[in-house]
């Protein structure tokens, strides 16, 4: 699976942005999918995620109530909708898709997308 991470910019504090994860592969569909970020000089961390139906959704403390996760498997592609941005968002974004198949975990990340909050 090829994970294509698009929308990042550059916003003022309190804007908004809207994060896309794109798979080609129709399987995409039957994958978990989250969202990760690693900030400048910091360790890569936990954003949100996403079951494969989109019924169960999960947040990272420091996101819960401003991030939205969201998918639409007809067009293969998650959303990670970011409003009231903080200077604190301010990293690259990871999505990453996994699943356990036949006791075999797969797993997969995208190529990030820079997201710079300015105070």
């Known amino acids: 699976v090829q994970l294509q991470a698009s929308g990042g910019g550059l916003v003022q504090a309190g804007g908004s942005l809207r994060l896309s994860c794109a798979a080609t592969?129709?399987?995409?569909?039957?994958?978990?999918v989250g969202w990760f970020r690693q900030a400048p000089g910091k360790e890569r961390e936990f954003v949100a995620a996403?079951?494969?139906?989109?019924?169960?959704?999960h947040y990272a403390d420091y996101v819960k109530g401003r991030f939205t996760i969201s998918r639409d498997n007809a067009r293969n592609t998650v959303y990670l909708q970011m409003n009231s941005l903080k200077p604190e968002d301010t990293a690259v974004y990871y999505c990453?898709?996994?699943?356990?198949?036949?006791?075999?975990?797969?797993?997969?990340w995208g190529q990030g997308t820079l997201v710079t909050v300015s105070s």
């Open positions: 990453h898709a996994d699943q356990v198949f036949q006791f075999r975990t797969y797993d997969y």
């Open positions: 996403i079951s494969w139906s989109g019924v169960v959704t």
């Open positions: 592969e129709r399987t995409f569909a039957t994958y978990r």
